[in-house]
């Protein structure tokens, strides 16, 4: 289904010319280059010759099953073994991915490399490849926003006054399996009442009242990849405060999304969303978004502090500005998109007014 041997050939093309392979050690890019998903696994993709992929005899029938068009070495010190394996196929310099080698394995492997390999501290070269989707995964980000968006109509039709938030997550996580999700995205966020104003609250037995908000933030994963929506609807009858917030959010949503086109600068969408919330009197709680896919956080991050380069087409990102009021509630609404040469275009279709539900 994935490409996976497409994309050992683009991250050798993004080689470094410091180096003559690169050691992976981080789980989630051996399985974006592999496939494989056991727990304990590494990958050496040299410049030139074949990969070698490195896990233990629990996961010896899964990694060829896998990944069948790799040779995989049995070890438990899966990093080690794959630094030697370089030195013996003539590697002198191999890349380690910096960001996740622990300064123990660090020395673990500059001890299996001995004299003969320099190893070479390497950027996000992974990441960044997986910052731009391929249609495989443009599919099951798609999918996976479909149930998403299944779970979110089934829960909001059953929602009634005295359901808890805990009771509540517990429904998305059912709805999302019965429409074929494979499990949740992350721990669903339902936040009643004033809890919405609070903006990654964890859900609890404070049950439903007339007149609240009721912020949901959840989605299913699927085929590895994860999807990530806000919706916040209110249990009749609305007020016009809620009324005011929620159309504030929607139209500074609506224009991020809006802004959100290839060759905009990550840092610069969220400073635009930020001046908008702070133009309607509110305080900034958080960024507008991140990347999503493998991860449910990834990169680019649309914050203050990202240092993500322009948009790509075919990145992957959630738009999710909130406006909370403390002690009042709050209101965010999120949308995972995908960057196509004409705009973001929104995977979670959940409509976005304010609908008061029960
Ligand atoms: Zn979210
Ligand atoms: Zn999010």
């Known amino acids: 289904m994935f490409p996976h041997h497409e994309r050992r050939t683009r991250l050798i093309e993004a080689f470094p010319d410091t180096i003559d392979a690169l050691l ?65 196929s003539g590697v002198r310099r191999l890349g380690v991915e910096a960001k996740h080698v622990t300064l123990a394995s660090y020395d673990a492997l500059q001890g299996a490399a001995g004299d003969g390999i320099t190893l070479v501290a390497t950027g996000p070269l992974v990441e960044a490849l997986r910052a731009v989707k391929d249609d495989s ?62 903006p990654h ?16 933030d959840f989605g299913a994963r699927y085929a590895g990849y994860h999807a990530d929506m806000t919706r916040t609807v209110v249990l009749t009858p609305a007020a016009d405060w809620q009324r005011d917030v929620h ?4 139209a500074i949503q609506a224009a991020s999304r809006a802004a959100c086109v290839v060759g905009a600068v990550p840092r610069d969408l969220d400073a635009g969303a930020a001046a908008a919330i702070e133009a309607t009197g509110h305080r900034v709680f958080h ?37 909370y009021l403390p002690g009042q509630g709050g ?13 973001a275009r929104s995977l979670t279709q959940s409509a976005r007014d304010l609908r008061e539900v029960g």
């Open 24 to 88: 992976v050690t981080r789980l989630i890019n051996v399985a974006y280059l592999t496939g494989f998903t056991g727990s304990n696994g590494a990958l050496l993709v040299p410049r030139v010759g074949t990969p070698v992929i490195a896990t233990d005899s629990r996961y010896a029938i899964q990694v060829t099953e896998q990944a069948p068009d790799l040779e995989c070495i049995d070890a438990r010190a899966v990093g080690s073994v794959l630094v030697e394996r370089a030195g013996q």
């Open 331 to 343: 209101v965010r609404i999120e949308d995972t998109v995908v960057i196509d040469a004409g705009g």
């Open 137 to 198: 995964e443009i599919a099951a980000l798609t999918t996976a926003c479909e149930i998403t968006d299944a779970a979110f109509a089934t829960v909001t039709a059953s929602l009634r006054a005295g359901v808890a938030e805990a009771e509540v997550a517990w429904q998305l996580a059912t709805a999302v399996r019965e429409h074929g999700g494979s499990g949740m995205a992350f721990d669903s966020i339902v936040a009643f009442g004033p809890n919405s104003a609070i």
């Open 287 to 323: 960024g507008l978004g991140h990347g999503v896919g493998l991860e449910i956080h990834e990169d680019p991050f649309l914050t203050s502090g990202s240092v993500a380069g322009p948009l790509a087409e075919s990145a992957a990102v959630t738009v999710e500005p909130g406006i």
């Open 247 to 250: 159309a504030e959010v929607l």
């Open 201 to 216: 609250h964890e859900p609890t037995d404070r049950p439903l009242g007339a007149g609240e908000l009721v912020k949901l």
